[in-house]
């Protein structure tokens, strides 16, 4: 899991006073701290910082924040950030756009930092425990994958050795067809199974040549 200090919020705010007061309280919780004017600038710096976590104004010049959420959840999906949309529209119906758009939570300004704070940490954290999910899922297939590897492996290793049934040559683990003397001098003695040989086989089915 990611330290404190590893953590990347953006904040999106095209008022300067309110984006300081953002910026100067995610900081003293540790965090990396980008900011945007708008959300076109927004945009940009989400693909440039790939940041944890978004909080963002709804109302700003020329992208709002819920055209910004909106493409960030679409265009990212599954590596999207999570994403706090601010707002002074209270109703309950802009409450459910936001969400609905994509938004994680919603917040109606002016709010209580202490109550921000706390959504911006409940945020981290299933943000954190998400890529610790992936991180261990990711994990999880290369084991099963080494598994699968020494799986097929074994069942090989365990099949009879082949012998040829017209020059008596033997197929090793290996693949090679060798003389017996030699096929017991490295792999382990036991039943066989009869299959012609490459070279018998190329014989057989080689053009005979035509009578002059």
């Known amino acids: 899991m990611k330290a404190t200090g590893d953590i990347r919020v953006l904040v999106v705010e095209d008022d300067p006073f309110f984006q300081r007061v953002l910026v100067k309280r995610l ?12 959300g076109r600038d927004g945009m940009k710096a989400i693909v440039d910082s790939e940041p944890d976590l978004v909080v963002s104004d709804w109302m700003m010049p020329q992208v709002d924040g819920l055209e910004l959420c909106q493409s960030v959840k679409t265009g990212l999906r599954e590596a999207a950030p999570y994403f706090i949309l601010l707002t002074a529209k209270g ?10 758009t994509g938004a994680d ?5 002016p709010c209580d930092h202490g109550e921000l704070m706390a959504r911006v940490r409940a945020g981290l954290r299933i943000v954190l425990l998400t890529q610790e999910l992936r991180q261990k899922l990711g994990e999880l297939e290369l084991s099963n994958a080494d598994l699968e590897s020494a799986r097929v492996e074994l069942e090989r290793r365990a099949r ?16 090679e067809w060798v003389e017996p003397e030699r096929f017991f001098d ?3 003695a ?6 012609a040989c ?4 190329s014989a057989r089915t080689a053009p005979k040549p035509r009578a002059a």
């Open 91 to 100: 109703e309950i119906s802009d409450r459910l756009l936001g969400l609905e």
């Open 160 to 175: 009879p050795p082949a012998r040829c049934s017209s020059c008596g040559k033997l197929r090793g683990q290996d693949g």
């Open 190 to 195: 036991g039943a066989t199974v009869e299959e």
């Open 27 to 38: 900081s003293a919780e540790g965090y990396q701290v980008f900011t945007a004017a708008d």
């Open 198 to 201: 490459t070279a018998c086989r």
């Open 186 to 188: 490295r792999d382990a």
């Open 105 to 109: 939570d919603y917040l109606v300004k």
